[in-house]
């Protein structure tokens, strides 16, 4: 079957199973927008190109398949930079397609040239620029595998504009080994021996914490995680990228640690001697100043890309392969040593009958959630706090609500605050702290999942910066509903420039009311709704809760002055923890 490029590059699309594709036009794709017209495959057209990622990443952290954008050549291809690396440094799935100017222009400084290859080498796992129409089937299937297969990430397929338009045969690759991945086999299954060796330092661990970070949920293994718990009694910090791994309402949840994490996870990692770190990766955000991390502390890490061993703390044990796959080595490991499920006892004799006892370790962490829990102070006087908003949507939405957030204090509150019990269910922007991924993820997270109610929690600093992707979501019927809690700053610069500039407030000033945000949802089709008062925000809530056929957007005014605690400052060491304001400051 003869084929122009453009049409096999769709047909290998289908193959692949994409179902949606988040992208916008331009002259050197327009030969690949022509064939979509005979396509099973949804286009969604995006205001901007950016909006076609942060969709696509969207999409991918709650459905676990590959984000697909397609844009343009010169511009369209620099628009998506900012999503390929937010995807890359939070191991997303996506899958770009850039147009390019001709193979004959390339070099010239032809019209929207832009030698984007060059450009995002560093910042996808691996790019393809095409020669050869011949190639896009095997150019196609080595992305979505390269995307898909040990670390997701990011690719992206350059497609010149003759190659879209050039003759080829039809062919679709059979197997693994009709695609050119030399030296590319990520491995899965954890090295027996150590599998073994991390089991024998769970059972000799006094202080254990089980440190969960996004690989659980990239690798699926949040029942595998959930079952080690129970079987050891270990407790669990679920770091931001890992928030809904472990259920919050879970005994052994501590929540999340880090810069803002709260003080019962922050202070069970600094006093374990047993770190077991699963799919994270030792963040700056989570260990604070290094040398201060977990000073009396074995580290057990388990992650699928092997760079990530030792590269920031070293470890005992180190494993690398797929996270579901060795944490369920290790419970069978567990159970060849006599660890059986808490409160059955350990076989005399056996490696698990020596085992120190957690209680007094539990116990302590008890006392700390019980002194030291999060908290705010809702005033009578009409003053609006963010936290309560949070809390409100919270309590006033299903438990498998999926909620989307920018990047700022907002993002924090609701981390903190929401209660998450599935996984899949928090969309958010965490390596690169993206600001404007809010709205365009929440877009795609709908798309991707159109049986769950969704709402984004966006501070309005970020609002402004893709909020023109609601039209999107207006003129494509996608019901997102977006909480702004409008703050009328960019409110964690100020805070940092109230705690740590001597309150010098520099560019940091919004006007709450410049734009109208009520106006300008309903310019953008949605239904807009503003409130004030606290008194407002359950009847604001239950209203677009019952909005099903277009986006809604609520400009919450909330206190100016309210700073996320806790807060560990920037290279200090956990320790140092400010658990809230100092006394008399009054949060302002």
């Known amino acids: 079957m003869r084929l122009t490029g453009a049409q096999a590059l769709i047909k290998s699309l289908e193959m692949e199973g994409v179902e949606v594709i988040f992208g916008l036009p331009g002259g050197a794709i327009l030969p690949v927008y022509d064939p979509i017209l005979d396509s099973s495959i949804r286009h969604i057209l995006v205001r901007h190109e950016q909006g076609a990622g942060h969709?696509?990443?969207?999409?991918?952290?709650?459905?676990?398949?590959?984000?697909?954008?397609?844009?343009?050549?010169?511009?369209?291809?620099?628009?998506?930079?900012?999503?390929?690396?937010?995807?890359?440094?939070?191991?997303?799935?996506?899958?770009?397609?850039?147009?390019?100017?001709?193979t004959t222009s390339i070099g010239t400084d032809a019209f929207q040239e832009c030698a984007i290859t060059s450009v995002t080498q560093g910042i996808t796992k691996h790019n393809w620029l095409v020669t050869d129409a011949r190639d896009l089937p095997r150019v196609v299937a080595e992305a979505f595998h390269v995307a898909t297969t040990g670390r997701p990430g990011p690719v992206?397929?350059?497609?010149?504009?003759?190659?879209?338009?050039a003759q080829m045969d039809w062919y679709w690759p059979q197997s693994i080994d009709d695609l050119d991945l030399p030296g590319y086999r990520p491995s899965t299954q954890g090295d027996p021996a150590s599998v073994r060796a991390a089991a024998e330092l769970i059972l000799q661990a006094a202080r254990p914490v089980i440190y969960a970070g996004g690989g659980i949920l990239k690798a699926r293994a949040a029942e595998a995680l959930r079952e080690l718990a129970d079987r050891t009694g270990i407790p669990v910090?679920?770091?931001?990228?890992?928030?809904?791994?472990?259920p919050d309402s879970?005994?052994?949840?501590?929540?999340?640690?880090?810069?803002?994490?709260?003080?019962?996870?922050?202070?069970?990692?600094?006093q374990a001697d047993l770190l077991i770190a699963l799919g994270s990766r030792f963040d700056?955000?989570?260990?604070?100043?290094?040398?201060?991390?977990?000073?009396?502390?074995?580290?057990?890490?388990?992650?699928?890309?092997?760079?990530?061993?030792?590269?920031?703390?070293?470890?005992?044990?180190?494993?690398?392969?797929?996270?579901?796959?060795?944490?369920?080595?290790?419970?069978?490991?567990?159970?060849?040593?006599?660890?059986?499920?808490?409160?059955?006892?350990?076989?005399?004799?056996?490696?698990?009958?020596?085992?120190?006892?957690?209680?007094?370790?539990?116990?302590?962490?008890?006392?700390?959630?019980?002194?030291?829990?999060?908290?705010?102070?809702?005033?009578?006087?009409?003053?609006?706090?963010?936290?309560f908003v949070v809390e409100t949507l919270r309590d006033m939405t299903p438990d498998d609500t999926i909620v989307a957030s920018g990047v700022g204090q907002h993002q924090m509150w609701a981390s903190q605050y929401w209660k998450f019990d599935h996984p899949y269910t928090w969309v958010n922007s965490g390596g690169a702290g993206t600001m404007g991924f809010c709205v365009p993820a929440a877009i795609g997270a709908k798309v991707g999942r159109p049986d769950r109610m969704v709402w984004g929690i966006d501070g309005d600093g970020c609002f402004q910066m893709t909020a023109q992707e609601l039209v999107t979501a207006s003129a494509e019927r996608i019901p997102v509903k977006i909480a702004i809690l409008n703050n009328a700053y960019l409110g964690m610069v100020r805070q940092w420039?109230?705690?740590?500039?001597?309150?010098?407030?520099?560019?940091?000033?919004?006007?709450?009311?410049?734009?109208?945000?009520?106006?300008?949802?309903?310019?953008?089709?949605?239904?807009?709704?503003?409130?004030?008062?606290?008194?407002?925000?359950?009847?604001?809530?239950?209203?677009?809760?019952?909005?099903?056929?277009?986006?809604?957007?609520?400009?919450?005014?909330?206190?100016?002055?309210?700073?996320?605690?806790?807060?560990v400052p920037a290279g200090a060491s956990n320790d140092d923890i400010i658990v809230g304001p100092a006394e008399g400051d009054g949060g302002r």
């Open 55 to 102: 969709a696509a990443e969207g999409y991918a952290q709650v459905t676990g398949r590959p984000g697909v954008a397609l844009v343009t050549s010169g511009p369209g291809a620099t628009n998506i930079v900012t999503p390929l690396m937010d995807a890359m440094m939070d191991s997303i799935p996506l899958v770009v397609v850039s147009g390019q100017v001709p």
């Open 156 to 165: 992206l397929i350059d497609v010149p504009k003759d190659i879209s338009n």
């Open 237 to 246: 910090v679920t770091t931001l990228m890992a928030r809904g791994a472990f």
């Open 250 to 270: 879970h005994p052994l949840c501590l929540g999340m640690p880090g810069m803002h994490g709260n003080y019962t996870a922050v202070t069970a990692l600094q």
């Open 284 to 387: 700056d955000r989570v260990t604070g100043k290094i040398s201060a991390f977990a000073p009396g502390a074995k580290v057990i890490h388990v992650d699928i890309d092997p760079a990530e061993l030792h590269k920031v703390r070293r470890a005992e044990v180190a494993i690398a392969g797929d996270c579901r796959i060795v944490v369920e080595e290790m419970i069978e490991a567990l159970d060849g040593l006599g660890c059986g499920a808490v409160g059955t006892g350990a076989p005399a004799g056996t490696a698990a009958a020596e085992r120190p006892g957690l209680e007094p370790w539990l116990a302590r962490i008890r006392a700390w959630q019980e002194e030291f829990p999060l908290a705010y102070s809702q005033e009578d006087d009409g003053t609006l706090k963010p936290q």
């Open 497 to 567: 420039q109230e705690l740590f500039y001597e309150e010098r407030y520099s560019e940091v000033y919004l006007s709450p009311d410049l734009p109208d945000y009520v106006k300008w949802a309903e310019a953008m089709g949605c239904v807009g709704l503003k409130v004030e008062h606290p008194e407002e925000v359950g009847p604001a809530i239950e209203k677009a809760n019952g909005v099903d056929d277009r986006p809604v957007v609520i400009d919450f005014r909330t206190d100016a002055f309210e700073k996320v605690y806790p807060m």
